[in-house]
């Protein structure tokens, strides 16, 4: 038995930890080459145990967080614990060997000291071009053959040597050597800094010590969250959605179903119920995607950043008091071969669920229907050169109104959080051209005591031939409203040529390989929250605000919120009349 | 030559006057503190002047220079109390203020609040949007302006009585005619409105960015001016006639006129002061190379200077209260420690100190103002390190017996430690959070401490740096003659600077002649405006400093390092140089450095400085002495990190002389600080005063 670590020291080492993830996390998006990595920061990094627990974790995309154990498990069942050398460098993304899904891939390096294997120090990020069936991104394919280059625990370097066949076969099999190169030489210098910094903690604080205290500090995370759960009575909760369709079978809705059992401290999220697996690739890897936004769900409900003083470490503590189960054959938990590749709407929904779920019990956590989506745009072309160009987009959506604030407008929700990319650096660089960038006002929001965000509206051009592929959902079920909240919009996409605007074609949300030609704009419309609350008890002014900054029309308010606003010359044009407001409100009564 | 420093501090105004005479003859340093007044800084700020005055018997008329480092324009983002913004844009794009970079500030949260959407500079109303299109890559004008639309919404705002105005148009960094032409418009019907766009407050790509500096200029600049105005009017009233000239975030001073241009330039004028103070300590103590460590009572600044020269922060981190601004900063880091700091066990049982803070009200426990949780001076009162008759010369009284009883009531009892060991406790934490923010500031950035001496100022500052100096490995720890004002002093330290930068995106591998050309007179234009701006200031020609800077990163990385640009014009014989410095800088940054990738320039910066005149300290007298008894006040008990109490002579600060060695454990105290003297360490004072504190042997 090894002492236990005074909580003095504890503090100290638990520091340097979250110190270390955060910088591998730095150098990895300021040294990467592809946006979606540099300014998406769509990348997850830290360090790991010998039994794969996660120590620590970078505060980088919610996605990629907790997503590394998976990995590591499924390399092990192709490198044995005691395969490792010092010196060795793994790549994989494998996504029936634990893989969150196969462009995000991970590079792994073993963690010596004195001697004797003590963890890993691994990251993933996102990579544009895997040499998949279309550029970028794929909807439509047969099977997980059609994903690309799979590499399922290969060593690109061994004991220091590097593997000069395997960079090779990287670089002839991306539509984009370059960009891939640089990202991968990036995630390279992250995970060395991480050995070297895991070193220098064991040197410092003795190994015995620093592996108790990382014991403590996940007992401690796991401890945190169980108390949350705790708080919460016991019981099953459940709440159903679907999704739009699996990008092939048009019309055909996939139902969602999320069970959360609330049992004493811990709970099980079971998903049983929803779709079987789809023929496309819009399926979920189970254990790097499916369980992951189950530990998300909590830690951002229970353990909320924001209203929580505290720093909670982020290790392995958090996922513990969290059983997830999802059928095997069901999109939540695909069998071999099918593609499981595009997998994030389905996952976004899941979060969305389980907060739906249990919002009558914890309605001072919950929010109003998130947007709970994702479009992951893949703009593509061959530069006369004969070079490709690939730019992969994430377009944001809004959440919903929330117990005490309006949910955020045009914001990255749930499992996502990546940057923009500014258009003026892709107008430089791309042949492509943004025209519209703003935030939705063709909708109003969900209308709510605090109303749900309004979603955006995107763009872009094609200046030149090139193809794109679209992964999205959503233009079906619109984001819930709560306690009275009315529900949000769904989102819709368009595309016309800037030479005929007036023919406008409506898109369904998925799409893959479609070929574009210069002028045609792709312009995408995001789902806007639900509203949490009756919109009757709605601050008057805040009502106003909305009115004069556009969100919402005077009709609107009026309609929904009951407030009757009267022309002013004041620059502004509105005021609220709060007497006929007072009486419109009273007339309807509360409902 | 009489010159004045004034810093503006959260509780107190700082004040140091310097008198030179002619060569030989005596010169006169006098500081002086005065509470500060947050309703309207410059009412503190006189009085400081007029008093330090009267202590130095000078009358105010007598005073050549003010330097001024000032929080309003930062405490007015803070507080959200800037004027009313309108902003004119391009159609299709009136929400980039509102969307940001779409990233929230939160990943696990669901509750979290959205800065630029909840308390925008400019509200979705004000911002309207006009016909007209600038196309990159070259900036070509794809559709005209549509100079009606923009007198409308010009009209528009007048009748709704807005104080300034933006124009922010797409890709304006290619091409600014569109943002000038209608900036003309603006002021024609707005005469008194403040009016600035996007290119000429940050010549750069990504709009977001550019935008917000520009919107933040607006927002503070109305009340900036105003606060400027009546700075000047009420030193004239006390009969001050001196020159004022005003710090900014880059380290550098600026003149009124500039400041009131280009407000947006001063939000770190606050902190700067103190940086420079460390460098210029640095230089008396024969060292380049200093991390200094501010720490105040809620929160602790770190800075490091190498080689001498300030570390200018990367424009893509340079934020205030969440909102990007793209002007030079010296890199500081704010972290949430100080001596203020509550210790505390949170609900899980862990051992917490900070970020929250009991502030200057209540305060520390032992201050007996109702404060009754145990903070970081609680601690180092409890282990005798802060004795009460030496806190601030004995002007604020403090009871030790709350600092123990806090103690023990909220730590030491639920933890079953002794009130001792869990102040010992507290400090250890409070230490290791500061050390890890100053290894981000360093070790993540490249910087070796072990290079590095350590500088602690403010009040608290020298009673932490012989432990952060242990923690951080590095060389030794420098204890200024005035710890508690060394902010002050550094305005009497510092440059004329100012920034001039220019959007390029040219990669330098493959330019041919005639993009160098453009590059050069790019660059000459940028030396033009310098050129103006400090003949304006009066600087001969012979006293200009020009630097040029390139920031590049390889063709395809979103993220840019400042590389050294040759003096000549740059072409084909000498790009090399560029990209070998950015090389460097990559090696540094990263630890990698890729010999076979393209190297991008991206913005061109012109960094003009022209030297003033510099404080100048006198030379102690010269002792030698060891341990020397005639300083020692008494001795007491001191509670090492150890654990151990040990009798600790307490010396004083003004009566020890240049040469002279104390050894530890000792503290060392003044008016302002007391310096930590751990067993095992030596103090040696410097020629004027500054201490030296290493491990012996």
Not at chain 1, 70 to 83: E, M, Q, S
Not at chain 1, 341 to 353: G, Y
Request: hydrophobic content about 40%; aromatic content about 6%; glycine content about 10%.
């Amino acid at each position: 038995m090894t002492r236990e670590v005074d909580p003095i020291t504890l503090q100290v080492i638990g520091g340097a930890l979250h110190a270390i993830a955060e910088q591998m996390g730095n150098v990895l998006y300021r040294m990467s080459y592809s946006s979606i990595i540099r300014e998406s920061q769509d990348l997850g990094a830290g360090l790991f145990d010998k039994d794969f627990n996660t120590l620590c974790e970078s505060d980088s995309t919610p996605m990629h967080i907790g997503s590394l154990p998976g990995y590591l498990r499924g390399i092990a069942r192709t490198i044995p614990i005691d395969g490792w050398q010092p010196g060795d460098c793994v790549i994989h993304n494998h996504p029936y060997a634990g893989a969150s899904h196969s462009p995000d891939i991970a590079i792994v390096m073993p963690v010596f000291f004195e001697g004797e294997l003590i963890g890993f120090s691994a990251n993933t990020a996102h990579h544009v071009d895997i040499g998949a069936a279309t550029p970028g991104l794929i909807i439509d394919v047969p099977d997980m053959y059609a994903e690309g280059m799979l590499m399922d625990g290969l060593k690109l370097f061994e004991a220091g040597k590097r593997n000069e066949a395997l960079w090779k076969f990287i670089f002839d099999n991306t539509r984009v050597p370059s960009l891939v190169k640089g990202d991968l030489e990036a995630q390279i210098a992250s995970a060395e800094l991480g050995v070297r910094r895991f070193q220098e903690l064991l040197a410092t604080y003795g190994k015995d010590q620093v592996i108790q205290a990382t014991r403590q500090l996940m007992d401690y995370t796991e401890s945190m969250l169980r108390r949350e759960i705790a708080k919460i009575p016991d019981g099953d909760y459940t709440a159903e959605g679907f999704l739009d369709d699996d990008g092939r079978n048009r019309g055909k809705h996939l139902p969602i179903k999320v069970t959360v059992r609330v049992r004493g401290d811990g709970v099980e999220v079971d998903l049983t119920g929803s779709s079987d697996q789809v023929p496309t690739a819009f399926n979920v890897p189970f254990e790097g995607s499916t369980n992951v936004a189950c530990f998300f769900a909590f830690r951002a409900l229970l353990l909320d950043t924001y209203t929580h003083e505290e720093h909670i470490p982020q290790n392995e503590g958090s996922f513990r008091p969290v059983k997830v189960t999802a059928p095997l054959g069901s999109i939540y938990n695909p069998i071999a071969p099918v593609a499981a590749e595009a997998r994030f709407c389905q996952i976004q929904r899941v979060v969305d669920l389980i907060i739906k779920a249990l919002a009558p019990v914890i309605p001072e956590k919950a929010t109003a229907g998130n947007a709970a989506t994702l479009s992951f745009a893949a703009f593509s072309g061959v530069r006369p050169s004969g070079d490709y160009w690939v730019f992969l987009e994430v377009n944001e959506a809004a959440m919903g109104g929330r117990p005490t604030s309006d949910g955020p407008d045009t914001v990255e929700e749930l499992m996502r959080n990546t940057r923009n990319n500014p258009l003026e650096d892709l107008g430089m660089h791309l042949p492509l051209i943004c025209d519209r960038y703003e935030v939705r006002d063709d909708v109003a929001p969900g209308a709510g005591k605090f109303r749900g965000g309004a979603g955006v509206v995107k763009a872009q051009r094609y200046l030149t031939p090139g193809f794109m592929t679209h992964e999205s959902d959503r233009h079906d079920d619109a984001p819930w409203g709560v306690f009275g909240g009315k529900e949000g919009a769904v989102g819709k996409l368009e595309i016309y040529n800037v030479a005929r605007p007036d023919e406008i074609a409506s898109e369904p949300a998925k799409f893959s390989g479609r070929r574009t030609q210069p002028g045609d704009v792709v312009a995408y419309f995001s789902p806007s929250g639900g509203g949490y609350g009756d919109p009757l008890e709605r601050d008057p002014a805040k009502v106003l605000d909305d009115v004069l900054d556009g969100f919402i029309t005077v009709q609107h308010a009026l309609d929904d919120y009951g407030v009757v606003l009267d022309e002013v010359d004041d620059g502004y044009g509105w005021q609220v009349n709060a007497g006929a407001t007072e009486a419109r409100r009273a007339g309807r009564g509360a409902p | 030559m009489i010159r004045v420093g004034v810093d503006v501090g959260g509780t107190f105004t700082d004040v140091v006057l310097e008198r030179t005479r002619a060569a030989g003859e005596d010169q006169q340093i006098v500081v002086h503190k005065v509470p500060s007044t947050p309703h309207d800084q410059s009412e503190g700020v006189v009085k400081g002047v007029v008093e330090i005055c009267q202590m130095a018997g000078i009358a105010p008329g007598e005073i050549d220079m003010v330097f001024h480092g000032t929080t309003v324009a930062t405490n007015m983002v803070i507080e959200r109390k800037g004027a009313e913004v309108g902003m004119i844009t391009t159609r299709g794009f009136r929400d980039i203020l509102h969307m940001a970079r779409h990233k929230r500030p939160h990943n696990f949260s669901l509750q979290f609040d959205v800065p630029w959407q909840s308390k925008p500079l400019v509200k979705r109303r004000n911002r309207l949007p006009v016909t007209e299109r600038i196309m990159p890559p070259d900036g070509r004008v794809e559709v005209p302006l549509d100079t009606d639309e923009v007198k409308a919404a010009a009209e528009l705002f007048a009748k709704r009585g807005l104080d300034a105005v933006i124009v922010g148009f797409l890709f304006a960094f290619l091409n600014d005619e569109h943002e000038q032409k209608a900036k003309e418009i603006v002021e024609a019907a707005m005469p008194d409105a403040y009016v600035c766009c996007s290119s000429e407050i940050v010549n750069v790509i990504r709009e977001y960015e550019r935008f917000s500096t520009c919107a933040m200029n607006a927002y503070i600049g109305p009340m900036t001016a105003r606060y400027m105005r009546q700075l000047e009017g009420r030193l004239r009233e006390a009969g001050v006639r001196a020159v004022v000239r005003i710090m900014q975030s880059n380290g550098g001073i600026s003149t009124v006129e500039n400041a009131i241009q280009r407000p947006v330039g001063l939000l770190l004028s606050g902190p700067a002061g103190g940086v420079i103070g460390g460098r210029w300590t640095g230089e008396h103590a024969g060292t380049q190379n200093v991390i200094t460590i501010d720490i105040g009572g809620t929160s602790a600044d770190i800075s490091v200077i190498q080689d001498g020269e300030l570390r200018i922060k990367n424009p893509r981190d340079t934020e205030v209260a969440s909102l990007p601004v793209l002007v030079p900063m010296i890199d500081i880091d704010a972290i949430g420690a100080g001596g203020g700091s509550i210790a505390y066990l949170d609900p899980g049982g862990a051992f917490r100190v900070g970020p929250r803070s009991a502030g200057a009200d209540p305060g520390p426990a032992c201050y007996g103002k109702g404060g009754d949780e145990p903070t970081v001076t609680d601690a180092q009162v409890v282990l005798g390190r802060l004795d009460p008759e030496q806190f601030l010369g004995g002007d604020l009284a403090i009871d030790p017996a709350l600092s123990e009883r806090a103690i023990a009531t909220h730590i030491a009892g639920p933890m079953g430690l002794s009130v001792t060991d869990a102040a010992l406790g507290i400090l250890r934490i409070i230490n290791n959070n500061m050390a890890l923010a100053i290894n981000n500031n360093s070790v993540a950035k490249g910087i070796d401490p072990r290079n590095f001496s350590l500088m602690g100022f403010g009040g608290a500052g020298p009673l932490h740096g012989t432990a952060l100096a242990e923690l951080i490995s590095a060389r030794d720890v420098i204890s200024p003659l005035q710890p508690g004002i060394t902010a002050a002093m550094g305005l009497l330290v510092t440059d004329l600077q100012y920034e001039y930068t220019h959007s390029v995106l040219l990669v330098l591998n493959q330019a041919g002649e005639a993009e160098f050309e453009a590059l050069n007179a790019a660059m000459d234009e940028l030396r033009a405006q310098a050129d103006a701006q400090l003949e304006a200031d009066g600087i001969p020609p012979g006293a200009r400093r020009f630097r040029k800077v390139a920031e590049c990163r390889y063709l395809g990385q979103g993220f840019e390092l400042r590389a050294d640009m040759p003096e000549g014009p740059l072409g084909k014989d000498n790009v090399q140089e560029v990209i070998k410095s950015f090389f460097d800088a990559h090696q540094q940054v990263y630890g990698h450095a890729f010999e076979d990738q393209l190297t991008e320039a991206v913005t061109l910066r012109l960094i003009a400085t022209a030297e003033v005149d510099m404080l100048r300290l006198p030379d102690l007298a010269q002792g030698g002495r060891t341990d020397p008894e005639d300083a020692v006040l008494y001795v007491r008990d001191t509670v090492f990190d150890d654990g151990e109490a040990r009798p600790t002579p307490r010396y004083r600060r003004d009566r020890l002389l240049a040469g002279d060695r104390v050894t530890g454990p000792a503290l060392i105290v003044q008016h302002n600080s007391t310096t930590l003297l751990p067993p095992g360490y030596a103090a040696e004072v410097l020629g004027h005063g500054d201490m030296r504190v290493a491990k012996q042997g």
